[in-house]
C-alpha cells in the first residue's frame, strides 16, 4: 500500500482525496479489509434491527410520495426512488437502533458511510463487494481521519457544539464507488464544505427522532454532492481544510492538522472504532457494564444495593446525565438510549438491553423508576472519553469501585465474527419486513463472504426488499 504525503503544500483535502480515488481492494492490508467486512456486517444487522422504529416509515413515506427516477431500492419497504432519496430514507434506518459503531475521537462512523453507499448502487450496472468494502474502507479513513483532526468529542462536543465532519466521509465513499476523478471528488468536498456547520450536536439537546434523521439528511447531501461534482459543478477547493479558511479554522479549541495525513496509506484509522454491545448512546455502556461486572464478581442482587454513584467523563456527563429532570425521568424512546440511570437500572434488574428494553410497558415499569433514585452522578473531566467509575453500596454496608473503560466491542476486547452473527440474527425479529430463515442465512453468507459477491444489490439489498427475493 503506497503512503500518500502533500505534494507542494497542497491542501490535506486533496491529500485525502487522492488517497480515495488510488486505492483499490488489492492495496488494502489483509486486517483492514476483514475489519471492514466485519463492520459492514455489523452495520447491516443494525440496519434490520432499525427499520420499523419510530419516525422510519414517515421518511421512507416522503420520499416514496416525492418519487422521482427510479434508481435505487428502499430495503425493507419496497419501491425504487432517486439514489440521492433512497439516501435520506436508508441512513435513519441504520442509525435508528443507536447500534453502530463508535470512534473514540471521531464519533459515529459506519451509518454515515454505508447508507450512502447501499443508495449508490442504483447509479451503477453492478457493484461488486470488493468495490463496496474499498469504497466503505476509505470513506471512514476519511470521516476518522478529519474527526481525529477537528477533535470531535474531545474538542466540540465535550464544550456542548458539533461539528459537521461527518459529511465528508460520506462524500468519500460515495464519491468512490461512483468513480470520481481526483478534480471531481475534491469539488464534491468543497459543496460538501459548504454544507457543514457547528450545530450537529444540537440534535442531542434533547434527545429526540432528530438524532436518527439526521443522518438521512447528511448521506442525502452527500449523494447530490457527488453527483453535481460528475455533472461538472465546481466548488471551493485548495482550502477545505487547514485553517484560517478551511473546516479545521472555525474550530476554537485545540485541533490536530497533522491527523489529516499522518502515516496515510500506512496506518488505518478506521480499524479503531469500538463496535457497541447494546442498542444506546456510547456514552451509557461502561456504567452499564461497569455495573453488571461487579455484580458478577462480588455475587450480589439488585435488591442488594443501597446505592450506585458514578463518576463520568465529560461526553458521558453531558450526553447521558444531563439535564437531570430528562435522564432520570425518560419519556420517549431516544430520552431512554441517553439515560444512563435508566439503561443501569434495566441491567441491574435483569433485563436484556435490546428494543424491548425501550417498550411503552418497560418504560413505565416502577421497580425501574424507583431503582434510578438509587443512582447519582457527578461529572470528572479527567477520565478518558466514554470512561465511567462506579461505586456501589450494598445494603450490608459493603462497597465495591471499578473503572470501566473497554466494554466489548472495543479494539482492545473485539467482538468475533460469529459474535457479530449472532447480533445480526438479534436484529431480525425487529425488521419492518419480515425474513425467512433462507433469506437471512443467505444474506449472512454473503456478508461473510462479501469479496466474492459479484452483485451487492441481489445478494445483500434484494434479500431485504419486499416483493424482490
Same mark, same amino acid.
Given at each position: ?29 489483509? !486486517? ?8 459492514? /456486517? ?5 440496519? *434490520? ?6 419516525? *422510519?416509515?414517515?421518511?421512507? !413515506? ?15 419497504? &419496497? ?70 483532526? *477537528?477533535?470531535?468529542? %474531545?474538542? %466540540? ?8 465532519? @461527518? #459529511?465528508?466521509? %460520506?462524500?468519500?465513499?460515495? &464519491? ?56 461538472? #459543478? ?7 481544510? /487547514? ?94 438510549? @441517553? ?31 424507583? @431503582? ?7 461529572? !470528572? ?23 470501566? *473503560? ?8 473485539? @467482538? ?29 453468507? %454473503? ?11 441481489? !445478494? ?10
Amino acid at each position: 500500500m503506497p503512503k500518500f504525503q502533500r505534494i507542494d503544500g497542497e491542501d490535506p483535502m486533496r491529500t485525502l482525496c487522492r488517497m480515495v480515488v488510488s486505492t483499490n481492494y488489492e492495496d488494502l492490508p489483509a !486486517d483492514v479489509a476483514d475489519n471492514s467486512k466485519a463492520s459492514i /456486517l455489523d452495520t447491516m444487522a443494525i440496519t *434490520i434491527g432499525g427499520s420499523a422504529m419510530e419516525g *422510519i416509515k414517515t421518511m421512507v !413515506d416522503l420520499v416514496k410520495d416525492k418519487g422521482g427516477k427510479p434508481e435505487s431500492f428502499i430495503p425493507f419497504y &419496497g419501491g425504487k426512488v432517486p439514489a440521492s432519496e433512497a439516501a435520506l430514507a436508508i441512513a435513519p434506518i441504520t442509525r435508528a437502533m443507536d447500534f453502530g459503531d463508535v470512534h473514540d475521537e471521531a464519533c459515529h462512523a459506519s451509518e454515515y458511510i454505508l447508507p450512502p453507499l447501499l443508495a449508490a448502487t442504483g447509479l451503477k450496472d453492478r457493484v461488486t463487494g470488493k468495490e463496496l468494502i474499498t469504497s466503505f474502507t476509505v470513506g471512514k479513513e476519511v470521516l476518522i481521519r478529519i474527526g481525529i483532526a *477537528i477533535r470531535s468529542l %474531545s474538542g %466540540s462536543v465535550s464544550i456542548g457544539v458539533g461539528d459537521g465532519h @461527518f #459529511i465528508f466521509g %460520506s462524500v468519500a465513499a460515495a &464519491g468512490k464507488l461512483l468513480d470520481l476523478s481526483l478534480d471531481e471528488l475534491e469539488h464534491a468536498m468543497g459543496i460538501a464544505r459548504s454544507m457543514t456547520q457547528p450545530w450537529d450536536a444540537a440534535m442531542y439537546r434533547t434527545a429526540t427522532l432528530m438524532v436518527r434523521l439526521h443522518h438521512g439528511f447528511v448521506c442525502q447531501d452527500a449523494i447530490n454532492a457527488c453527483l453535481l461534482a460528475k455533472r461538472g #459543478i465546481t466548488a471551493a477547493h485548495g482550502e477545505l481544510l /487547514l485553517p484560517p479558511k478551511g473546516f479545521l479554522g472555525m474550530a476554537h479549541w485545540e485541533t490536530d492538522p497533522d491527523a489529516l495525513t499522518r502515516e496515510l496509506g500506512e496506518k488505518w484509522e478506521a480499524v479503531n472504532a469500538m463496535m457497541k454491545p447494546y442498542p444506546s448512546c456510547k456514552c451509557t455502556h461502561t456504567s452499564i457494564d461497569g455495573v453488571l461486572d461487579l455484580m458478577k464478581e462480588h455475587n450480589f442482587k439488585a435488591e442488594d444495593i443501597a446505592s450506585i454513584d458514578f463518576d463520568q467523563s465529560n461526553i458521558n456527563w453531558l450526553t447521558a446525565c444531563e439535564p437531570k429532570e430528562a435522564k432520570w425521568n425518560p419519556q420517549t424512546i431516544p430520552d431512554c438510549q @441517553f439515560s444512563i440511570p435508566y439503561l443501569v437500572a434495566l441491567a441491574a434488574l435483569g433485563e436484556k438491553i435490546m428494543l424491548n428494553a425501550y417498550t411503552p410497558e418497560t418504560r413505565a415499569r416502577q421497580d425501574v423508576h424507583k @431503582f434510578m433514585t438509587r443512582i447519582s452522578a457527578r461529572e !470528572d473531566p479527567s477520565l478518558p472519553i466514554y470512561a465511567a467509575r462506579v461505586h456501589i453500596t450494598l445494603k450490608d454496608g459493603r462497597k465495591y469501585s471499578k473503572d470501566c *473503560i473497554y466494554v466489548r466491542g472495543h479494539p482492545k476486547n473485539p @467482538f468475533t465474527m460469529p459474535e457479530l452473527v449472532d447480533k445480526l440474527r438479534g436484529c431480525v425479529p425487529y425488521s419492518a419486513y419480515e425474513l425467512s430463515d433462507s433469506a437471512v442465512n443467505s444474506l449472512i453468507n %454473503s456478508l461473510l463472504n462479501l469479496e466474492k459477491v459479484d452483485n451487492v444489490v441481489n !445478494d445483500l439489498i434484494l434479500p431485504l426488499t419486499p416483493g424482490q427475493s
